[in-house]
């Protein structure tokens, strides 16, 4: 389904209307509850993230949640982006610059993947199946697996390099994995995909 402009138009409209006391306090709970409303009213299937920007004070990332058939969709939004001083706008989420660290609330478990390793395989199109392995992999939930993954290799390579070059990924015990497997530290994995 192809988003209307119109919808854009007021969308953007909208944010230019309240990007200062956006700017000037990215935690107002209204806003953001502002901000979440608008973005669903764009399509409810994409999301949106903001933090410190690269070029620009602040980014906002209109996400097309790891789906590639909404990629277009979310370039399309970004395209139509005002040029406002402190807000650069990206049509997936940026890479992270972050301790290999996160906690998942909503399960009260935190992962330190400070130690973890990987393997990357080549697939096909230019694509690779990537392995998250870890000692303590088994005490994260399997259910919880693939969120892991996914929170991570965004955070290392970006949603859209996610998107576009990776096939497969998995959580992995490295009891589990084959001695003669190359491992990496996560650190060496963007430059071994990019």
């Known amino acids: 389904m192809q988003i209307s402009t119109d919808k854009i138009k007021h969308f953007w409209s909208w944010f230019a209307s309240i990007e200062a006391d956006l700017a000037a306090n990215v935690e107002n709970e209204s806003l953001l509850k502002e901000l979440d409303e608008q973005v669903y009213s764009l399509d409810l299937e994409i999301s949106w993230e903001l933090g410190p920007g690269r070029d620009k ?69 230019s694509k690779y199946d990537v392995f998250l392995i870890s000692d303590d992999s088994a005490l994260i939930p399997t259910h919880l697996g693939q969120t892991v993954c996914e929170i991570a290799l965004k955070s290392i390579l970006g949603e859209r390099v996610l998107i576009e070059k990776i096939n497969n990924y998995k959580l992995q015990n490295r009891s589990d994995i084959n001695k003669d497997q190359q491992l990496l530290d996560l650190n060496e994995l963007k430059s071994k995909i990019i």
């Open 57 to 125: 004070e602040w980014f906002l990332a209109i996400s097309p949640n790891l789906r590639k058939d909404l990629l277009e969709e979310t370039e399309l939004i970004v395209s139509m982006a005002p040029d406002i001083a402190k807000w650069e706008f990206l049509s997936a989420t940026p890479v992270k610059d972050w301790n290999y660290k996160f906690e998942l609330p909503e399960d009260r478990i935190e992962i330190d993947m400070l130690n973890w390793k990987c393997i990357v395989i080549p697939a096909y199109d």
